[in-house]
């Protein structure tokens, strides 16, 4: 079973650079990462997605070392509406249509003016 | 995500009853998911299928069904809700990216929030 840990909350100051790590100490050779974004009274929302290496989308980054046991979502310049839970998730892909889909437990950020 | 819906988004029920979560998509999709959310635990994943005539348990399927009734349609009961299913639940679909990733990305409804008294 895949496990995710995620720090429980950050703070931050409009215009920064935020940085959130997940541990997945024991991924599987094709489990894939992805991150997504959760405002108060709303479904989670995809940020960005990855195998290994570097992604970049118009909204964030996400880096995954070589080892792939951890993923870092990079988040330039927030602004004070990128207060949210940010997930983790790690998927795990087996034959026909089984999945293991786990959550981190999420990271609470908040921007401050 | 408007294409994403839940019925009802919030519902209070009593020890013992059947209840009924519907979800509607109209993306299109093949692959719907159902989640219960809880404070501090994140999401975990109770059931999901790919078409119609396939559905699988997911971490936590004890004491939940699901059905499947159409592409656009997959309803998750409660045969008898019990206080500690008190949650929020979500409703997903998702599209395939494929190799090389093999990633999917998932679109979540609203949610329903449920109190079992």
């Known amino acids: 079973l895949a496990k995710t840990t995620q720090p429980i909350s950050m703070d931050s100051y409009e215009g920064q650079e935020v940085n959130i790590t997940c541990s997945h100490n024991?991924?599987?050779?094709?489990?894939?990462i992805t991150w997504y974004q959760q405002f108060p009274s709303q479904g989670p929302r995809f940020i960005i997605q990855g195998y290994k290496t570097k992604v970049t989308n118009e909204v964030a980054s996400l880096f995954i070392p070589a080892d792939r046991k951890s993923s870092t979502l990079s988040l330039p310049r927030v602004s004070l509406s990128d207060t949210a839970v940010y997930y983790c998730?790690?998927?795990?892909?087996?034959?026909?249509?089984?999945?293991?889909?786990?959550f981190g437990s999420g990271t609470q950020l908040t921007v401050l003016p | 995500d408007a294409d994403v819906t839940q019925t009802p988004r919030n519902r209070i029920t009593k020890t013992g009853k059947r209840i009924m979560l519907e979800c509607s998509q109209t993306k299109g999709h093949d692959r719907m998911y159902w989640y219960r959310q809880d404070p501090g635990l994140g999401l975990r994943l109770i059931y999901y299928?790919?078409?119609?005539?396939?559905?699988n348990k997911g971490e936590i399927s004890d004491g939940y069904s699901v059905s499947r009734q159409a592409q656009a349609k997959f309803s998750l009961s409660l045969e008898s809700a019990i206080p500690n299913q008190t949650a929020l639940y979500f409703c997903?679909?998702?599209?395939?990216?494929?190799?090389?990733?093999?990633?999917?990305?998932?679109?979540f409804g609203p949610g329903t929030r449920l109190l079992v008294l």
């Open positions: 997903a679909t998702s599209d395939w990216t494929g190799p090389p990733l093999g990633g999917e990305t998932q679109y």
């Open positions: 998730l790690v998927g795990r892909l087996y034959s026909g249509s089984a999945r293991q889909l786990t």
């Open positions: 299928s790919f078409d119609v005539k396939d559905i």
């Open positions: 024991n991924i599987a050779t094709n489990d894939y």
